[in-house]
């Protein structure tokens, strides 16, 4: 099965800060990661899919980018709406499995 | 508009079964692949389950299979997922998601993503 870690476990930022999580696979998978955004009480929002193409609807201040094992999410200016959790997944091979998450709250 | 509306969730003593139904809408359900993934109370997103769009594929994470079985009806745009032999640590938020699938002509690659989800239904696992 592929692992999937993130770092940091948890950032405090303000508004206007850039953030760059990142995640790393435990074997290749490609470009196969998505990435989501996830509030409390809400559903899980697909941010980013292919590694680094952004999904219809989502802000340009989001961008992903890497391939093989290591990818990473930037927020170029952070937002009050940003404040949230963030997951890596890959789909290149079942399980699909999720990173452990990346919370964002304010400093 | 694009919908997917979970239910079924509930109280449910461990050992026991549940079903768990996610309606459709607004898309042409029987061409997409869908998934359930939870989220335990404190805890990240965990995949479950995916069906292909015509259900001749399931594939499970390890911590439900052979417990858990995902199924669609197509002719009633709505998957299912049956959950027997509960444990405590099912107790979670149980959401659908459409699976969608982008062709990128560069390579060639067909990549897939969850870009439709439920609002959830609570599943609570407990004597």
């Known amino acids: 099965d592929i692992q999937m870690t993130q770092s940091p476990s948890s950032l405090s930022a303000s508004v206007g800060d850039r953030v760059t999580i990142t995640c790393r696979a435990s074997r290749t998978v490609s470009t196969y990661v998505n990435w989501y955004q996830k509030k409390p009480g809400k559903a899980p929002k697909l941010l980013i899919y292919a590694a680094s193409s952004l999904q219809s609807g989502v802000p340009s201040r989001f961008s992903g980018s890497g391939s093989g094992t290591d990818f990473t999410l930037t927020i170029s200016s952070l937002q009050p709406e940003d404040f949230a959790t963030y997951y890596c997944q890959q789909n290149y091979g079942t399980p699909f499995s999720f990173g452990p998450g990346t919370k964002v709250d304010i400093k | 508009q694009v919908q997917l509306v979970e239910s079924g969730g509930g109280v449910v003593q461990p050992g026991r079964s549940l079903r768990l139904s996610c309606a459709a809408s607004g898309f042409t359900f029987s061409t997409f692949g869908m998934h359930w993934v939870r989220q335990a109370p404190g805890k990240g997103l965990e995949w479950v389950a995916v069906t292909w769009s015509d259900g001749s594929n399931t594939y499970y994470a390890d911590s439900v299979k052979g417990r858990f079985t995902i199924s669609r009806d197509n002719s009633k745009n709505t998957l299912y997922l049956q959950m027997d032999t509960l444990r405590a640590e099912d107790t979670a938020v149980y959401y659908c998601?459409?699976?969608?699938?982008?062709?990128?002509?560069?390579?060639?690659?067909?990549?897939?993503?969850?870009?439709?989800w439920g609002t959830g239904t609570t599943v609570t696992v407990s004597s």
């Open positions: 998601a459409r699976d969608h699938g982008y062709y990128d002509s560069s390579d060639y690659s067909t990549y897939y993503y969850m870009d439709v």
